[in-house]
């Protein structure tokens, strides 16, 4: 079974720990937090990410800078704004993004 | 020409948690149709029914404009933002998510069930501080006509959201028709019907019946029987 991986990135941590809680869950998908956009950088050079997942707390500069740098570097990968803090919207955004 | 898109009550997603009934128009938890993810802004239109005594345990939600219309019995609501309150029927409350809260929702009656509509729509803009309201609706108010309870703006009618969407709520005797003018080019009117039989563009929707009507300035409803019905008005493009 591969798993894929998934980088959420926000500065609320409580929420990204529930994010990453039901993304872990599903079994397939395996989430990395990132509660600040250095560390979504820095940790993007590291593992091979299958989706990032935008939540809460980024200014809109920084997640213009953050697509621009994952579009570089790695330009295949989907980057989706997520809404509703890991409620009922995290599986159709991720189902649509990865489909 | 008008574009419209249909939903029957019979095709709604269904999810029975046991101390939950949820009916889901889009995509929602467990329910994935690719078909229905969403109509503009409006993201979530869950029909919800819960057990007496039982509810949503604290959880988080952020960047998202979260509205609950009550339909029968009530829901204690207590947030991070330190409110606590009371939601029951003929009221309507809106939170702003955005940077993040956590809130929990219970039916404080242990005997009889709560009854309620949980609507999300996508904020126009997003990390905005997170905000709570909640307004007593006048009832008797709304008989044929429509009433608004929601708008973009905080000194209009009803609670404001952050985005260009208006709900509006009516109660329509028999016969009676209106046409509905919409607020803003590009908004799109999600049509809900609470109870009752009505017509929209030729179709006719029974109760809880949904039907989305886009590219039009406005249209006419009519009530084939006495009904209740909900109107958001959505941007299409957002």
């Given at each position: 079974m591969q798993i894929?991986?998934?980088l959420i990135v926000g500065t609320n941590k409580p929420i990204m720990e529930t994010i990453a809680r039901l993304i872990d869950k599903d079994g397939v998908w395996k989430a990395t937090i990132s509660l600040s956009f250095d560390d979504a950088c820095e940790v993007c050079l590291r593992k091979d990410f299958k989706l990032a997942l935008i939540g809460a707390g980024l200014t809109d500069e920084q997640e213009s800078q953050l697509k621009a740098y994952f579009n570089k570097l790695k330009p295949s990968l989907p980057i989706v704004k997520h809404y509703g803090g890991g409620s009922g919207l995290l599986f159709a955004e991720i189902h649509q993004a990865l489909s | 020409m008008a574009q419209t898109v249909l939903h029957k009550a019979n095709t709604r997603g269904v999810a029975n948690h046991g101390w939950l009934k949820s009916y889901q128009s889009f995509s929602f938890a467990g329910y994935y149709n690719p078909e229905r993810i969403n109509f503009g802004a409006l993201r979530v239109l869950n029909d919800d029914i819960v057990t007496g005594g039982m509810g949503f345990g604290e959880h988080p939600h952020d960047n998202m404009e979260i509205i609950s219309i009550p339909l029968e019995g009530e829901l204690q609501h207590k947030d991070s933002m330190g409110n606590t309150?009371?939601?029951?029927?003929?009221?309507?409350?809106?939170?702003?998510?955005?940077?993040?809260i956590y809130h929990s929702e219970y039916n404080s009656d242990p005997k009889n069930p709560a009854k309620f509509l949980q609507i999300w729509l996508f904020p126009n803009k997003r990390n905005v501080t997170p905000r709570y309201d909640q307004i007593l609706l006048n009832d008797t108010d709304k008989r044929n006509k429509f009433i608004q309870v929601?708008?973009?703006?905080?000194?209009?009618?009803?609670?404001?959201?952050?985005?260009?969407?208006?709900?509006?709520?009516?109660?329509?005797?028999?016969?009676?028709?209106?046409?509905?003018?919409?607020?803003?080019?590009?908004?799109?009117?999600?049509?809900?019907?609470?109870?009752?039989?009505?017509?929209?563009?030729?179709?006719?929707?029974d109760t809880r019946d949904g039907f989305g009507i886009w590219d039009t300035d406005n249209f006419e409803i009519k009530a084939i029987a006495d009904a209740e019905f909900l109107l958001m008005e959505v941007p299409m493009e957002f």
């Open positions: 894929i991986e998934i | 309150a009371t939601i029951k029927a003929g009221e309507i409350q809106v939170m702003s998510a955005g940077t993040g929601l708008s973009p703006n905080a000194n209009d009618a009803g609670v404001w959201i952050y985005q260009d969407a208006w709900f509006n709520l009516a109660s329509f005797d028999i016969a009676t028709a209106k046409t509905y003018i919409l607020n803003k080019k590009g908004n799109g009117v999600y049509v809900f019907v609470l109870k009752g039989q009505i017509e929209v563009d030729g179709q006719t929707l």
